[in-house]
């Protein structure tokens, strides 16, 4: 199977399919032999699960809010209808899997007709849903009758399948030690997979089917770098593939050896090559790969997978960390970029076109009193180390000046609570609408420094949504117009002498580098394992052959023409 490259390297292992995080089940199938156990598995599990409402209903202490019993009633009522108690059985029967995928299959419809129901108390009702469903799943799980697919090894032997996960979800995969991370969904630049990337494992997106034609512990090869996944190997691929894993560590050990090795061309031009972190936790990594700073620290990362916001003492204590670990570095952090994909817990997505509506800095300047909190706890910060505050999807110069009040409004309240801060922290802006692309001047006068963010500037300029896969083949950095609004915005900053940096996953294209550097860019911030790579194209490139056939390639409007001098430029 075929689907985007995300992350590059080999993996070798087994399948686990995950569908979404909240309802995660294992599917296999069940023989026919076998249907009607599993049926009175399905049937004893609501059995135990009536009893045990029927239990805690019996025990409510005569103290207790009238709620209780009124939802204990709700859930019971939801239990026994024939959407929950019958309808599984059917699946079950029909597609001869276990009960646990069946019970899963039709909570999923049920939960979509939910989503479209009008009635906001109707609505509301789809998390009773969900908790009756996860007892159900509960119980089935821990019954004695369950016999879980044979555990092949531990989570570096896995291998993640899924149809389509938030970035939230895949956020929390950080924590574990999976061989590779693959999904149906999802474009090259999604926040998924960005997210993915970061994971630092083998992955791929758009695979479209994966999730449907593979099973449970399957044996997959994940070649990451080319996007191709090879199920149930015969020994001469699985031999071979296990060669390249192994040449492709070697190689990785050799890149390690530049950590220390300043980002300078031939002809002697100093390349600032920076990380992009997502969580403070990543610094390490940043460290490993010999980063001079961070250059983009997406900190709505900070406000997902929880009911509540953190607090300014909490976003405090993360900033600083990352500030102090990086002990005098530069450190770009960069206001929530919340909306769209990233949600905070609990809302729905509700517009028809997210990516243009409430999101990033359009998000924060509605909310004020979230905005200050953040800008307040970053100032803060600012007093250990070097920080530079940055803010993401600027449009237009109302919106800065926007800004530039709520900073002055932050630093007011620190300075009335006598809080030391840097009172010369600067504030940049990012470009990634193209209309701030084609306005940048505007930007030069009323910020420090702005950053080019590549992931957005493309879907806004090419009119492609980047979580969207059906699309996603049309995504394409080379575009004439992508590259005339990257090289004419690294321009006029460069007249200007304002600082300019790209922060999108084209700084960690190493088939881009050379590209960039001949369009006079010279700060780069990129996921940290791209970042050795990177350095290694910068150590062999020399500037002063290659500007002349830059200059060529922004002339050339045909698409192939400009890959063939890609190709020549790279050669
Ligand atoms: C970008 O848009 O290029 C960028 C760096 O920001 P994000 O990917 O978080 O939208
Ligand atoms: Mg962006």
Redesign the pocket.
């Known amino acids: 199977m075929h689907g985007i490259p995300v992350s590059g390297g080999i993996a070798i292992g087994y399948a686990h399919l995950l569908s979404h995080a909240r309802l995660e089940v294992a599917h296999y199938a069940v023989p026919q032999y076998q249907i009607a156990e599993e049926s009175a598995r399905f049937d004893a599990a609501l059995k135990t699960v009536r009893a045990e409402l029927q239990g805690l209903r019996k025990q409510i202490p005569p103290t207790a809010p009238q709620e209780i019993e009124a939802f204990l009633n709700l859930h019971l009522m939801i239990l026994d209808d024939a959407t929950l108690s019958k309808a599984p059985r059917q699946i079950i029967e029909t597609e001869q899997c276990n009960a646990e995928w069946a019970l899963k299959v039709q909570a999923d419809a049920l939960l979509d007709q939910f989503d479209q129901i009008e009635d906001g108390y109707l609505r509301e009702r789809k998390a009773d849903v969900i908790q009756v469903v996860e007892r159900l799943l509960k119980a089935l799980l821990g019954q004695p009758g369950y016999t879980p697919p044979p555990a092949m090894g531990g989570e570096e032997s896995l291998i993640l399948v899924a149809h389509d996960l938030s970035p939230a979800d895949v956020i929390q995969f950080k924590e574990h030690l999976f061989a590779s991370f693959i999904t149906d969904l999802g474009g090259a ?1 999604s ?1 998924t997979a ?1 997210v993915a990337r970061s994971l630092n494992i083998p992955s791929i997106v758009a695979l479209h089917q994966a999730r449907q034609l593979i099973r449970e512990n399957e044996l997959l090869i994940v070649d990451g770098t080319l996007g191709m996944i090879i199920v149930d190997p015969d020994p001469q691929a699985l031999a071979e593939y296990k060669l390249r894993q192994h040449q492709w560590e070697l190689e990785r050990q050799k890149l390690k050896r530049l950590r220390d090795t300043r980002a300078t061309t031939l002809d002697r031009i100093e390349v600032d090559l920076q990380a ?1 972190i997502e969580l403070p936790d990543d610094v390490e990594e940043v460290m490993e790969n010999g980063a001079t700073g961070i250059g ?1 620290f ?1 900190t ?1 990362f900070l406000f997902l997978n929880r009911d509540d916001l953190p607090d300014e003492d909490e976003q405090f204590e993360a900033y600083r960390k990352v500030v102090r670990e990086m002990d005098g570095l530069p450190v770009t952090i ?1 206001t929530y ?1 919340l909306g769209a994909d990233k949600q905070i817990n609990g809302n729905e997505i509700s517009s028809t076109n997210p990516a243009l509506g409430l999101r ?1 800095i359009r998000l924060s300047l509605t909310e004020p009193q979230m905005f200050l909190v953040q800008l307040r706890a970053m100032l803060r910060a600012s007093h250990y180390g070097n920080l530079k505050i940055l803010i ?2 600027l449009m237009s110069a109302s919106e800065i000046n926007q800004v530039l009040n709520y900073v002055a409004q932050a630093k007011q309240g620190l300075e009335d609570r006598y809080v030391p801060y840097d009172r010369g922290v600067e504030v940049g802006g ?1 470009i ?1 609408i193209p209309a701030a692309a084609l306005a940048v001047n505007t930007f030069i006068k009323k910020l420090d420094f702005l ?9 806004y300029t090419l009119a492609i949504d ?1 979580t969207d896969d059906t699309v996603s083949h049309l995504y394409d950095p080379l575009h004439p117009a992508v590259l005339t609004l990257v090289a004419q915005i690294i321009k006029t900053c460069n007249k200007a002498g304002k600082p300019i940096a ?5 700084a960690g294209d190493v088939a881009l580098t050379r590209l960039l550097l001949g369009f006079g860019l010279r700060q780069l ?1 990129m996921h940290p394992a791209r970042l050795l790579e990177v350095k290694q194209q910068v150590l062999k490139s020399n500037l002063r052959e290659i500007a002349p056939q830059v200059s060529k390639m922004l002339r050339a409007g045909d698409p192939d023409k400009l890959r063939a001098m890609l190709a020549r430029l790279n050669a």
């Open positions: 630049t926040h960005i992009n983009l997406r709505e960069r970029d990033a993401p999807m990012m990634e950053s080019i963010g590549t992931n957005d500037l493309i879907q980047r790209l922060c999108g996953e084209m911030s």
